[in-house]
């Protein structure tokens, strides 16, 4: 037979007829805390929570070191969370300010660095550059603003540069949130920066927030390792609920995984417009691959289409790295500008890499 109960359980006994329960195990779970180890000596350790010090006795089975994340309850340490150090939000955490997010704004990058795309184009900037510009003028007709775009596609097809080049475009301040960093380097504060930002971004004449990954902060998944990022999403909805007619700040999300985003996300007045970047078609990566190789010093014609014909399924990031093997070949063979074969010296060793990672 099973014995009834283990060893640390909590049991009931009544006193009438002596009958015996057990109890439900999270019955007086206790607080559980995060902190940071400053001092250890011997099997004694002084972990930092929430600025405050604390002596505790290692109970653990491994040794532990000064600068670890550990989490634990009022009666000692549980476990090591992370072998780095996990930083605490005050005054003097320069790194974790609103403007440290701020990617600054580059004055060579334009509509003309974004090759082929055209209807996706047209419709981003619909979507982005117009609410932002045309605020007063939206508000005045009434329309319904468009607070939250969602872009999708896989990875290398040119979603954060088109954000960037609209953002400069826009004039709009641009914070860059990567939403497994932002989880991770600040785990258990991550609401309280996405705030700042907000705060931050509403006081600009226009701004916009982009959430790389956000399927990572934002997935249907809800169990209880992903209360972190259910409490950061629970933050981002309600930060976009309370826009005000006055914020001109437009949230942009990308995900290569649309369907893994939480549906509250998606909702009217959040997230509820989309863009999409397919693979490209032939004239797009015709487009792309004149439009990457612009700036780089070319001695004849290049034979862009002869390329396209040949690179059926490969993203604008790959193709654009062509260019860059073809300088390579250039450099190695004493030359100062490309030829047509050092492009498809480039084009050829992609490829190569392509198959190779494919298995
Ligand atoms: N339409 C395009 N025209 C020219 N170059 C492009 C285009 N799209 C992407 N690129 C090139 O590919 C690189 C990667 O693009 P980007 O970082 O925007 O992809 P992404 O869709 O954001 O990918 P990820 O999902 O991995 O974040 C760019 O820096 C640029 O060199
Ligand atoms: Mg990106």
Do not use: C
Not at 148 to 171: E, W
Not at 255 to 280: E, Y
Not at 320 to 327: D, G, L, V
């Amino acid at each position: 037979m099973e014995p009834f109960a283990k060893v640390g359980d909590i049991i009931f006994i009544d006193p009438d007829d002596g009958s015996v329960e057990l109890a439900p195990h999270d019955l007086w779970r206790e607080d559980t805390w995060v902190g940071v180890t400053k001092l250890v000596v011997g099997d004694r350790v002084v972990v930092e929570i929430g600025g405050r010090l604390r002596l505790f006795s290692n109970s653990l089975a491994e040794p532990l070191r000064a600068g670890l994340t550990v989490e634990g309850t009022d009666s000692g340490i549980l476990g090591i969370l992370s072998e780095k150090a996990i930083k605490f939000l005050d005054d003097s955490t320069e790194d974790a300010l609103p403007e440290r997010f701020i990617v600054p704004s580059n004055e060579n990058l334009s509509f003309e660095d974004f090759g082929g795309y055209s209807d996706i184009v047209t419709r981003a900037r619909e979507l982005i550059e117009l609410p932002l510009k045309y605020h007063d003028a939206l508000n005045e007709i009434g329309a319904r603003p468009i607070k939250g775009v969602l872009s999708s596609g896989p990875s290398g097809t040119g979603k954060t540069l088109l954000a960037r080049i609209i953002a400069n475009h826009a004039d709009a301040v641009f914070y860059a949130i990567n939403g497994p960093e932002v989880l991770s380097k600040w785990y258990g504060q991550s609401e309280e920066i996405i705030r700042r930002i907000f705060e931050d971004a509403k006081k600009r004449e226009r701004a916009i927030i982009f959430f790389d990954e956000i399927d990572s902060l934002a997935s249907q998944r809800s169990d209880e390792s992903h209360e972190a990022s259910r409490r950061v999403v629970g933050q981002l909805l309600a930060l976009m609920d309370g826009f005000s007619p006055d914020t001109n700040v437009m949230v942009l999300g990308t995900t290569n995984r649309p369907q893994d985003v939480d549906s509250a996300l998606r909702r009217p007045g959040r997230f509820d417009w989309h863009v999409d970047f397919p693979i490209p078609t032939k004239r797009d990566r015709e487009a792309i691959l004149a439009t990457s190789g612009r700036k780089l010093r070319l001695k004849e014609d290049m034979p862009h289409l002869w390329v396209a014909d040949r690179t059926e399924s490969w993203t604008p990031a790959e193709l654009a790295a062509i260019w860059t093997e073809a300088a390579l070949l250039a450099v190695s063979d004493g030359r100062r500008a490309l030829l047509p074969e050092d492009y498809i010296g480039g084009y050829e060793r992609v490829a190569k890499q392509r198959t190779g990672s494919r298995g």
